[in-house]
């Protein structure tokens, strides 16, 4: 079964042949891997293009500038012709058979659609593994943990997974956006018509704090991430089932967000505003409480009930214990 792997290239030299090498290098040899050249400035085109002199499984794509998602829905047209799917970011670089140990578990199981697997995160002086416990999840369970966010196996992240091409057929990337895979693998589990499979085991090497990354900002802006909520609420108008789900997961989100500018001294005066339409169209539609723990429950109902007052004591519960 062809595994098409998907990677989007910009400003990565340094790390770009390592992250290559460890996709063509890997145990399971059938692959289509599709390198995009996202415009970038320094000798990254050059590198792909003498791995398509090399090796015939690779694609190189060359394209101007315009960003993660943009790359990745680029290469989407190219990957009709593989049963399965998966993504790898430029800089980061596979374990040897961790494509291997997925793809046997996807064709000796055709009722799993999604296999996922752990990985390490990579800091300059330290890697910290974060492995998942082996198990199958139905398409229903998979869509409840990850929403309810209770279990590491079900990330956002789209390069921790092999699909079946069913399940992500028609889905693009929103461009533009910083959070795209959130709502990315809620549509994949919802599209998906089997099961979830979690490989015990870290397959992926996740480089954080790489010079010139993209890094975390204390307070991030979630703008772009309850926008691609909304539009993938939009695009599936009329359909109840996925408006709980998304809702479920804006709400989430909301809740996630205010608790940090709660924390961060003088961030709550400065962002909340923004976020009030957001957590206004939430409180008019449906979301699964079924999904938490009674007191989550109560704790999402004052949220969404009286949201200024409940943070406004969250704020001095939090001013007291930092004064303390």
Request: some cysteine; charged content about 25%; aromatic content about 12%.
């Amino acid at each position: 079964m062809k595994l098409a792997v998907i990677v989007p290239v910009y400003k990565v030299e340094p790390y770009l042949r390592q992250c290559i090498e460890s996709i063509l290098s890997q145990s399971y040899q059938d692959l289509k891997v599709i390198l995009v050249d996202d415009g970038s400035p320094d000798s990254c085109g050059a590198i792909c293009d003498e791995y398509v002199a090399r090796d015939p499984r690779v694609l190189v794509l060359h394209k101007p500038n315009g960003g993660l998602s943009s790359a990745r829905n680029f290469a989407l047209p190219y990957i009709e012709d593989c049963p399965l799917v998966t993504f790898v970011d430029s800089d980061d670089w596979l374990e040897p058979e961790v494509y291997e140990q997925a793809v046997r578990h996807l064709i000796q199981h055709p009722e799993v659609a999604i296999v996922g697997y752990g990985h390490n995160k990579i800091y300059e002086n330290e890697v910290i593994p974060c492995l998942m416990l082996e198990m199958t999840l139905s398409r229903e369970e998979a869509l409840e943990s990850y929403l309810s966010a209770n279990r590491l196996a079900l990330e956002a992240t789209v390069w921790s997974r092999i699909y079946r091409y069913e399940a992500i057929r028609g889905l693009t990337f929103r461009e533009g956006s910083k959070w795209e895979d959130n709502v990315y693998s809620l549509e994949a589990f919802y599209q998906s018509q089997g099961d979830f499979y979690a490989l015990p085991i870290a397959g992926y090497n996740y480089r954080l704090q790489r010079p010139g990354a993209i890094t975390a900002v204390q307070v991030p802006d979630k703008s772009d991430l309850f926008a691609d909520i909304e539009e993938s609420i939009a695009r599936h108008s009329g359909d109840d089932a996925f408006l709980a789900l998304a809702n479920t997961m804006a709400l989430q989100c909301l809740w996630r967000h205010f608790r940090m500018l709660c924390r961060v001294p003088g961030a709550y005066e400065q962002e909340a505003q923004r976020y009030w339409p957001w957590l206004d169209r939430v409180r008019q539609r449906p979301y699964l409480a079924h999904l938490f723990s009674p007191a989550k429950r109560l704790k999402f109902h004052l949220f969404l009930s009286a949201p200024k007052t409940f943070f406004a004591v969250r704020r001095a519960f939090y001013s007291l214990k930092h004064q303390h």
